[in-house]
């Protein structure tokens, strides 16, 4: 990127505020253009909503119903940059909807999924059918009412490890990636900003940006109110998203999408091989932005939806695990959060130095909403930019011949066939080709070093450390790999009380 007015005094371009999936995004696209980029996270990268999601590159199909046609047709055309992007990160799904005679006519899922089929190019993605549940192996687990369903398909992601590639992808393209690191302060000083960073030891560092973005999520608001001179021209309402995790529910590979009697709809889908993940609910959230926790009776709910369709009654001691998010909704308060928009809005606030803050978005358009904010970027600061490049780069570990997975798990399981094959699957699904880094040297297990937990050697701690800005147990074992469902009670101390002594 070359400049027009020449050098410049400040310490970046840009300072992204917010370590999910559009701060990392838009700090990714801002980097690879030549700007000089600081990314930083006052927690842990993805430590938020965006490891929080439901887990899906999709492009809404309920959204049709409130004739958001421009989001859907914009996440669908996404939906097949992340499949080819992260290989490794992102896969096709098949999703099964049951037809309940009682809720939406068979007509209108007919025309829903027509359209959903036909708004935007499918390359990697099978088209939509009717099945018999009599003969579907869908059929099998579910109350023997159901007789027909409509199959269709959209994609499946790692959200947290999306955010890591994106932010691994910063620094290789010489941008800072500052995570347990808080913005205290930001303070205009001429054409640029002053930020006061804050960093988990204590010590403080000052920093002067050309340009601010605030991609701090369910604190977007709240970082502009407490931290600038700009207090925030809009105040989100938070929308809370939970999740239960239970034992499988079925053994074969499609997912299911349920309707529920109020109109939403929840979606269960294999998990972790040996789960199903229930999910999400939506209700008003107060509380602490960084502590949302599931309510009883949304456990209740995702729980009574299970029983409506599979006929097996659940019950709090069938869940192993809960998460929840928090989602920043622009909507009056008398919406229903269900039909409140999920594309994303910029606030652009050009009273002296600029700060763009970001509203909104969903994961499976972040990369198209880091293109649309660093386009603005480089206008603002008289630059003339590459063009955009995100779309056709593989993230880190994605650059697979054809983004043919299957073909690079083979090649993996001849190179290193020494390794457990437990141990291969993971690696290949986790780091893509950057399992050359992971193992490099290794010859055998042993290489691997001791086992601090099972599945967990030191070799692999240390790398998520070294490589993926990994610090804490939870970092490992839920954001990095979920190794933690898999554990026994006690494991995160364990690897905690191991990291504290090296």
Known sequence: MTKKNGPTRADCDLLVVGGGINGAGIARDAAGRGLRTVLCEQHDLASHTSSASTKLIHGGLRYLEFYDFGLVRKSLREREVVLASAPHLAWPLRFVLPHDRHLRPAWMIRAGLFIYDHLA?????????????RRHAAGAPLDGRFDTAFVYSDGWVDDARLVVANAIDVRERGGRVLTRTRCTKLRAVGKNWSATLAHADGRSEQLTARFVVNAAG??????????????????????????????RLFDHPYAYIFQAPDGRVVFAIPF??????VGTTEREYSGDLAAPAIAPQEVEYLLGTVTRYFGRRLTRRDVVWTFAGLRPLLASSTQDPKSVTRDYLFDFDRRGPALLSVYGGKLTTYRRLAEDVVGQVCAALGAVASPSWTERAPLPGGDMPGADFDAFRARTAVRYAWLDDALLGRYARAYGTRIERLLDGCAGMDDLGGFVLPGLGEREIEYLRREEFAVTADDILFRRSKLGLHLPTGSSARLERWLASH
């Open 272 to 277: 972790e091989r040996d789960f199903t993940l």
């Open 121 to 133: 190019v499918r390359r990697r993605l099978a088209g939509s059918e009717t099945v018999n549940l």
């Open 218 to 247: 369910p604190w977007v608001a709240q970082f502009l109110d407490d931290c600038t001179p700009r207090p925030a021209r809009h105040h989100p309402r938070m929308i809370q998203g939970s999740h239960i995790v239970v034992r």
